[in-house]
């Protein structure tokens, strides 16, 4: 099942607690023509997913009443509803997440923020994957310990290889977005030391042009008191038909 083989009454279900972020998804997969409906919390979720069966869930890790996880555990132990692909919104900030996830049965993992295209293509795999996942669907228990911890894994082979495949590709895309970041970040550094540069040349042309008029007057006062010594001492003086104060005053 693709996204243009989704029937008119199927939908999607989301699980979450943000009004803003639940619209936005909403939102985007109704300019898809898909069907959704939110909840606020897991358990409000998994009671409409018992009422009718969604073709894929949307759910939040972080909720009040019942989170993420849990809300998956409880949909992947029901026989009815456990072939629903799963996506799990998360950070991903913590290496724990991924082993939370396929210990909760998570079929996909969604890092936040997302991309709109990201976030198509996945929900098209879930559900064109969907009919490989029934034919092969072959539960796996095995026991691992990560961070002094164990953990029961209870997840098909291709369900497994599936979410840790989602997990790489956000991996890239997050290193993708970083290495863009890191870029304009190169860019506006160099922009900074081109300013600073021409700010310290205007500085030093102000710093000269405050200095020269300040040198002028230096000097013309060392000239003006070198003058008023030979005026008093030389006899010439009373031969110009000027008095000092005068001279001063034509200089």
């Known amino acids: 099942m693709s996204l243009h083989l989704i029937q008119p009454l199927d939908y999607i ?21 898909l069907n959704s409906l939110v909840c606020k919390n897991g358990k409000e979720a998994l009671e409409q ?4 069966k969604p073709i894929l869930i949307i759910s939040d890790v972080v909720m009040p009443v019942m989170d993420g996880y849990t809300l998956c555990k409880n949909i992947k132990s029901n026989a009815s509803l456990r072939d629903t692909p799963f996506m799990i919104l998360t950070s991903l900030s913590d290496p724990l997440d991924i082993i939370k996830g396929l210990q909760a049965g998570a079929d996909n993992f969604l890092t936040k923020p997302y991309e709109e295209k990201y976030l198509l293509s996945r929900i098209n795999y879930l559900l064109t994957n969907k009919m490989i996942r029934d034919a092969s669907n072959v539960d796996v ?23 840790l ?10 290193n993708s977005q970083l290495q863009v970041a890191q870029r ?21 042309a102000v710093s000269h042009d405050l200095k020269t008029p300040l040198t002028v007057r ?4 060392c000239l003006l008191k ?12 009373t031969c110009i038909g000027l008095r000092w104060p005068q001279t001063i005053c034509l200089i």
């Open 165 to 174: 495949l989602s997990v790489y590709e956000a991996a890239m895309v997050r």
């Open 184 to 204: 304009q970040l190169q860019i506006l550094n160099e922009e900074l030391k081109q300013a600073n540069s021409e700010l310290e040349s205007f500085a030093h």
């Open 218 to 221: 230096v000097f013309m006062s």
């Open 226 to 237: 070198n003058m008023a010594i030979l005026w008093t001492k030389k006899p010439w003086n």
């Open 49 to 52: 997913a018992e009422k009718k």
């Open 13 to 33: 279900l989301i699980a979450e607690d943000s009004v803003v972020q639940a619209k936005k998804l909403q939102k985007l997969l109704e300019d898809y023509k």
């Open 141 to 163: 228990n095995m026991e691992i310990v990560f961070q002094n911890q164990k953990f029961i894994i209870n997840s098909d082979k291709k369900q497994i290889l599936d979410l």
